[in-house]
């Protein structure tokens, strides 16, 4: 028998060992497109993420919830009930945080317009769709009463730093502000007094919004958070004349007795001027522009806007 070398052995057995590893190798590189895992779960996560978000559900209870509020102070109606349901309802994390996003938009765009009670209704959704924000069906705890005291305290604040922070545009002649402003408060509060009766009083029956300026219509809606319609439970008061019902007419035409013809009073001055049947501001400037207007109790006094006049009002015959 021949003799076997011990070198040629060991080749043999190294040969042997190393056949399956390369073998195992070989299966690894031919593996068949079957066998690999398919990934349907990303392509599914991909158009998932691009469906559009509905969210009309919810903004119809939001729009329905603002119909509803409290006009005194901008709380929603029951908590919100039915907008928090609404937003229960919604499906996922990004559905939930578009919703509360759809809120402070909301909100941001009722400040801008000074629509106040608008604003606070929203801010009060928003704080409440925050407590709901883990779906949790616990009942809510009870609200603390509101301090008055405070909320009225921090009104002020606020319009006092909002004067202090007011933006001052370029080109001011700083030595005419302090009369002009005095000037613009003398003619604008009353006004804003009787605008804010005009705001209060019965849409059906209130006539047409008085013509103030801007700023006074800006101060009115600022201030109603202090300024509440006379209603129970109401957190704020307002003036409400008692006694014998009085006649815009009556007062027009006593402001107008003494004046010479050719007079031109605004609705603003008319408002302003005191006689016996109103003070000074306390009459409506929507009940007078429509006194004016009808013109059958104001006879001599014609309702016009003479050329480089600001707004309507009366000029004596």
């Known amino acids: 028998m021949a003799r076997q070398q011990p070198g040629k052995n060991t080749t043999t057995e190294a040969t042997a060992s190393v056949a399956p590893a390369q073998e195992e190798t070989t299966v ?64 996922g994390v990004k559905a939930k945080n578009a919703a509360r996003a759809l809120v402070g938009t909301k909100q941001d765009e009722a400040v801008d317009a000074l629509e106040i009670q608008d604003a606070r209704y929203y801010m009060a959704v928003g704080n409440l769709l925050t407590a709901a924000k883990g779906g949790s069906k616990k009942a809510a705890e009870p609200k603390a009463p509101v301090d008055n005291t ?23 002649k700083d030595d005419e502000v302090d009369e002009k402003r005095n000037t613009f408060y003398t003619e604008g509060h009353p006004q804003a007094v009787a605008y804010l009766e005009w705001l209060a009083s019965d849409k059906d029956t209130r006539g047409d919004e008085p013509e103030v300026p801007k700023y006074v219509k800006d101060a009115a809606k600022i201030s109603q958070g202090s300024v509440a319609r006379a209603s129970a439970g109401g957190g704020g008061t307002r003036r409400v004349h008692e006694g ?27 408002v ?38 600001k707004s309507f009002g009366g000029l004596k015959a």
């Open 272 to 309: 302003s001027t005191k006689s016996d049947e109103y003070e000074s501001g306390e009459a409506s400037p929507g009940a007078i522009s429509n006194a004016l207007k009808a013109g059958d109790k104001t006879p001599g006094i014609e309702y016009t806007k003479p050329e480089g006049a």
């Open 244 to 270: 014998p019902r009085k006649s815009p007419a009556k007062h027009i035409v006593a402001v107008f007795a003494d004046q010479p013809s050719g007079t031109f009073l605004s609705v603003g001055d008319i």
């Open 150 to 172: 405070d909320v009225y305290a921090q009104r002020l604040a606020a319009l006092d730093i909002a004067r202090v922070l007011a933006a001052k545009p370029e080109n001011v």
């Open 28 to 91: 690894s590189e031919n593996v068949t497109p079957e066998e690999v895992a398919p990934q349907p779960d990303a392509a599914a996560d991909s158009s998932a993420a691009e469906t559009p978000i509905d969210l009309s559900q919810f903004e119809a209870a939001l729009t329905a919830g603002l119909g509803t509020k409290n006009p005194e102070n901008g709380e929603p109606a029951d908590d919100a009930k039915q907008v928090v349901e609404a937003y229960k309802s919604l499906d």
